[in-house]
């Protein structure tokens, strides 16, 4: 694994090199699940697609554990790989899945959203709504005083909820963000944020950096929907785990 020519082809495409002091427009896919949860594929294939898609980082976030953020992080540092990992995970609130940002700390499931993200906040995180308005995939349906909302999921195919969640957050005056969802690694990068950071990789941009300017509302949306095959073949599955589940077998996917 690994970048060929990374540096000089990414500042090619982005037209520019950049003078010391001045942002950079970094692409992130902020929401994707690994097989340390329900997705379908290990972390390393997960890194190697976000290469592919020409990522400069991700945050894995799976349900309720920080297991494949800490695989992540260990592969990129091992293997010098050019991909910034921001840790993360998918909480399952008492009222449905808050993305948690910049975490190195499992925040405890089953919590209100307000004391959730209360949570987060106080390890230096932030909070954003995770596909909020969609049916059927633990979303909660309304939005409490977080940091950014995701109002572009690619998983949700007719994107009413999507529509509604832009809306919503428009009307709050709060950051927006799009995530793939991704659980499998084909996937991944079908919902990008465009963060615009102080610096870039190769001068420091680091999280922290990243985490203040989602906050700052310097982010862009760019995505493209999960295609109808992939959706179907994701539903299936979905449907078969929930008929092969056992009754008292609770899992909190998506
Ligand atoms: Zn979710
Ligand atoms: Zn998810």
Redo the contacts with the bound molecule.
Sequence with gaps: MGRKNGGREREKSRGKVQSPGERGHLRFDLHIHSSCSDGRDGVEAILEAAIEKDLDGIAITDHDTLEGTFQAEAIVRDKKIDLLVIPGV?VSTSDG?LLALGMRELPPKGRSPEETIEFVHHRGGIAIV??PYHLF???MFRIPPCDAVEVYNSKYIFGIANWWAKKRAESLGLPMVAGS?AHMAKTVGLGVTIVEAEGDRKKGCDVPAILDAIRAGRVEIDGKKTSPSVFVGQMVRWVKRRLLRRPNDRTNG?
């Design positions: 998918e899945h995770s596909h995939r633990h979303a969802d998506d």
